[in-house]
């Protein structure tokens, strides 16, 4: 996926989760770890139900491993992968 | 509907949540006597003055004429809570008593089942000494006024004045005002509409609900906690973040509950075809809203349904926890609940206590479960004490009378089990609290 690509998912993924915490978006810093960024259980739930309703992928039974949701980048990383595939 | 009905900006309205919430209070004193209440335990360790924290606590509590109030209705019918101008004489009770000889946790015990005294009266302290270097401080509270992260941020916000912190902001900031939501009437009833389908899915579930004494009035609750150490809780996230997926620590702790209350309905010879139901409480707030948010109730629920069948095989049962979880966030139950759950303020809390039972034939839920998050009480010290630990022990309102409730503080994990005395032998609730540790 090309780098504009994955940074338009980048931005679309910190205004969601912006939303999700009630946070700015400026405050999301991409590296952040998602639990350092107050994402818990149920604002995990949340992002991955948006990323179904944004980007057409359900993340739920992909395995959930932190290498692929471990940040926002490495989140937006997973999803252009997925919707490479 | 476009029918917008008038209101006071200055008052609290209860939200739908207050007024089950309230339902519940209600059921809890007709069944057992006691509250819908909960307490948060602070363990300390180091020189504690007793005395200097009733006097530091009733007048922080003193500036909270709000834990003195108490519902009425208001010439539209919408419940609100009237607040007193001032706080009550006496301030709030803090009681003090040395450690008995059979250890601390009776005490404790006691203390979140006592009565509150008198009406009006939501919040009170008991605070045991067991040695001049290690003290336990309960802090018991009534759910009409705190939920359980409200609760934390309460003693949070305390800790922050005690150590020289300006709260000045943090108290302006908290809000003590909420509308009436008496308009948009079209989005409530459309969230009536997802919780009747959704509870339409539960009728004539065969529940797994374990049997109660028959004479509940003055049952107190019981506890077992299962404490882990930083260690081992770094390992219980771990095996978490493995085998339900990364973030998971709420569908892991739930599987585990459900597990451990299954394991131990089979051995009292419950089985079949059964299902579990677990209620679970959510909060509607981040955790940076909570300290501006403290007061009152900002959670919702999801339900849960596991057939006892498909308890053994943990890799199902976590892959049906999740499933379960993400389609009822993914259609919006929980702000549907907490939504269309303002149409009921209208009932009378009687009727609301019976109406809640409806779907389940006189239940509930097989066990009620909470995973309270952060963004409650942060600090390492309460007063000049270092805190060694914080727990939280809730009385289950009856029905189902039995709780699990899991959370974290200072890397360290508490699950504690609550239920009406009678429910579980002594030698039946051990066996449940080894089953919690293990299943974690």
Known sequence: MENAAIRSVEERLVKEIAAILCKDPAAIKLDTPLPALGLDSMGFVELLVVIEKTFNLRLMESGLTREDFETLRALAARIGKGLQA | ?440
Do not use: C
């Not at chain 2, 009152?296 to 379960?324: I, W």
């Open chain 2, 1 to 440: 509907m476009n029918v917008r009905l008038p209101y006071s900006r200055k008052k609290r309205y209860l939200t739908g949540i207050d007024w089950v919430i309230a339902a519940l209070d209600r059921m809890s004193r007709r069944a057992t006597g006691g509250s819908n209440a909960s307490q948060i335990v602070l363990e300390l360790n180091g020189p504690f003055d007793a005395q200097r924290f009733a006097r530091a606590m009733t007048e922080f509590a003193g500036l909270f004429p709000v834990l003195n109030g108490r519902s009425t209705r208001d010439w539209n019918l919408a419940p609100y809570w009237r607040m007193p101008r001032r706080s009550a004489e006496g301030g709030v009770r803090i009681a003090m008593e040395d450690a008995a000889p059979e250890g601390v946790w009776p005490a404790l015990e006691r203390n979140v089942n006592a009565s509150f005294e008198q009406s009006g009266e939501h919040l009170s302290f008991r605070v045991v000494r067991e040695g001049p270097n290690r003290t336990w401080v309960a802090m018991r509270f009534n759910h009409l006024i705190f939920d359980a992260p409200g609760a934390e941020s309460f003693l949070d916000l305390f800790q922050r004045q005690q150590s020289g912190e300006d709260i000045g902001d943090r108290l302006r900031a908290i809000r003590l005002t909420e509308p009436a939501h008496l308009s948009e009437w079209k989005r409530k009833f459309d969230g009536g509409r997802l919780l009747v389908r959704m509870l339409r899915a539960f009728a004539g579930t065969k529940l797994a609900v374990f049997s109660r004494p028959s004479d509940l009035r003055g049952r107190p609750s019981r506890f077992r906690m299962a404490a882990f150490g930083e260690a081992e809780t770094a390992a219980v996230i771990e095996r978490a973040y493995g085998e339900a997926g990364y973030l998971m620590f709420m569908p892991y702790t739930l599987s585990a509950a459900i597990q451990a209350f299954g394991g131990a309905f089979q051995a009292k010879g419950g089985g079949g075809a059964a299902d579990i139901i677990a209620s679970v409480s959510i909060d509607l707030r981040t955790p940076d809203t909570v300290a501006a948010n403290l007061f009152f109730n900002h959670v919702s629920f999801l339900l849960f349904r596991v057939p006892l069948s498909a308890m053994a095989d943990r890799r199902r049962l976590l892959e049906t926890v999740r499933g379960q979880m993400y389609d009822q966030v993914k259609s919006g139950f929980p702000r549907a609940l907490a939504e269309s759950s303002l149409l009921m303020r209208i009932v009378p809390l009687p009727l609301l206590g019976r109406l809640l039972l409806m779907p389940l034939k006189g239940e509930f839920a097989t066990f009620g479960f909470s995973a309270v998050g952060k963004g409650g009480y942060a600090s390492r010290r309460f007063m000049e004490a270092d805190v060694t630990n914080l727990f939280h022990m809730p009385l289950v309102p009856v029905p189902p009378g039995l709780g699990f409730v899991v959370n974290r503080y200072a890397g360290r994990m508490n699950a504690v089990v609550s239920y009406v005395d009678g429910m579980f032998t002594e030698e039946e609730a051990a066996r449940l609290e080894a089953d919690v540790r293990r299943g974690l």
